[in-house]
C-alpha cells in the first residue's frame, strides 16, 4: 500500500484514488472467508492490518483521553465505541486486554510480567494487566463490517477467549453492515442510543474508530452514484454516526494527515448528504490532534511515514 505522508504534495486533496480490487467487497469477502478456514484449523485470527504499531498508537490515544477506573462499567460514564470495518476485531479485542503471540513478543522486552490475556489460537488464558483497563464496559462495543465472513470470524475469535475477559469479548456486538447504505447507518446509529437506553435524539456513538476502512472505501469505483461518490458516502456516513461532540479517531495509508484534515473538515454539497436526512450538510468534525509517527522515513528531502493516525471531533450542531 501507498505510503501516507510522502505523498503530500504528489495529488490535489480533493482527488480520487484510482480504483481497485482492495476496494470491492468480493476481495474482502474472499480474504475473511479464508481467515475463517485459517482460524478453524490452526488458530490463526489473520493479518494486524498496518501492523502492530499502528494499533497500539490508536489504543494508546483512547486510554489517555478515557481514564481508567472501575467507573468504566457504569452506564453513565461508559462511552460507546464503533469500530467501521472491523475486520478481525483486532482493536476490540485489544481494548478488552485480549493479546495474541506478535503483541506478546513485541513487549516481552518492556515488562515481561505482563499478564494481560494471552490468545493463542483456540487454549489462550491469562488475566488483563492492571495498565491496561477498559475505558468502556465490552457490551458498549460494536464491531461492523459489510463482509459477512469478517463477522464470522470475530464471532469465532471471541469464543475461543478463555480466561478472566472470557465473558467481557463475549459481550461485544458483531454486526454485518454496509456504511455505504442509508438503512444500515441508521440501525447502526440508532443502535447506540439503545446501548444507552436513551431516546434517539442522542443516537449516534461516542467512539468511531477506522483503520484502514477509508482507504478500501477509497480504492472502490469512484463512479458517481445517485450524485456523490462512495468515498463522500462514506464521509456523510460518518458524521451521521458520530454522536456531537464525540471521537472520531482514525489510521490511513493512502492519505496524509492534512488530506484527512481537508476531507472532514471542508463544508460539503447536500447532495453528499446520505439520503436519511441526518447527515450533516457542513462540515462534520474538527481537527484535533494528529498523532506522532511511530516511524519516519525521508524521501526526496521529505519526511514522511507508512501510516497517519488522526483525531477529529464532531461538531455539535
Not at 472467508?33 to 489504543?59: C, H, I, P, T, Y
Not at 452514484?225 to 458524521?239: D, F, I, K, R, W
Not at 473538515?265 to 436519511?276: E, F, G
Amino acid at each position: 500500500m501507498a505510503a501516507a505522508t510522502a505523498a503530500a504534495e504528489a495529488r490535489d486533496t480533493s482527488s480520487e484514488l484510482p480504483s481497485s480490487k482492495l476496494g470491492t467487497q468480493e476481495y474482502w469477502d474472499s480474504v475473511y472467508q479464508r481467515e475463517v478456514s485459517n482460524f478453524a484449523s490452526d488458530g490463526d485470527r489473520g493479518e494486524v492490518w498496518f501492523g502492530q504499531e499502528a494499533a497500539k498508537s490508536m489504543l494508546e490515544y483512547l486510554r489517555s483521553h478515557y481514564s481508567a477506573s472501575s467507573s468504566a462499567t457504569s452506564s453513565s460514564s461508559s462511552p460507546t465505541i464503533l469500530d467501521v470495518g472491523t475486520g478481525n476485531g483486532h482493536l476490540l479485542f485489544s481494548l478488552c486486554g485480549v493479546k495474541d503471540d506478535e503483541d506478546e513478543s513485541d513487549e516481552s522486552d518492556e515488562d515481561e510480567d505482563d499478564d494481560e490475556e494471552k490468545l493463542d489460537g483456540k487454549d489462550g488464558s491469562g488475566a488483563r494487566s492492571s495498565r491496561n483497563q477498559l475505558i468502556t464496559s465490552p457490551d458498549y462495543m460494536c464491531g461492523c463490517d459489510y463482509s459477512a465472513a469478517s463477522v464470522q470470524l470475530c464471532k469465532d475469535i471471541a469464543a475461543s477467549v478463555q480466561g478472566s475477559t472470557q465473558a467481557e469479548v463475549g459481550k461485544i456486538r458483531w454486526e454485518e453492515c454496509d456504511v455505504l447504505k442509508d438503512g444500515d447507518v441508521k440501525q447502526l446509529k440508532e443502535m447506540a442510543g439503545r446501548i444507552r437506553g436513551e431516546e434517539s435524539s442522542r443516537d449516534g456513538w461516542d467512539i468511531v474508530l477506522d483503520k484502514g476502512t477509508l482507504d478500501a472505501i477509497a480504492l472502490a469505483s469512484s463512479a458517481p452514484s445517485a450524485g456523490t461518490t462512495p468515498l463522500n458516502t462514506y464521509l456523510s456516513a460518518l458524521g451521521t454516526l458520530t454522536t456531537p461532540g464525540g471521537l472520531f479517531l482514525i489510521t490511513s495509508c493512502n492519505f496524509t494527515a492534512e488530506e484527512l484534515v481537508a476531507k472532514l473538515t471542508q463544508p460539503r454539497a447536500q447532495a453528499q448528504v446520505d439520503q436519511t436526512g441526518s447527515g450533516p450538510a457542513t462540515a462534520a468534525f474538527e481537527h484535533l490532534e494528529t498523532l506522532p509517527a511511530k516511524r519516519q522515513f525521508m524521501f526526496g528531502g521529505k519526511k514522511g511515514s507508512t501510516t497517519v493516525c488522526v483525531a477529529f471531533r464532531r461538531l455539535r450542531e
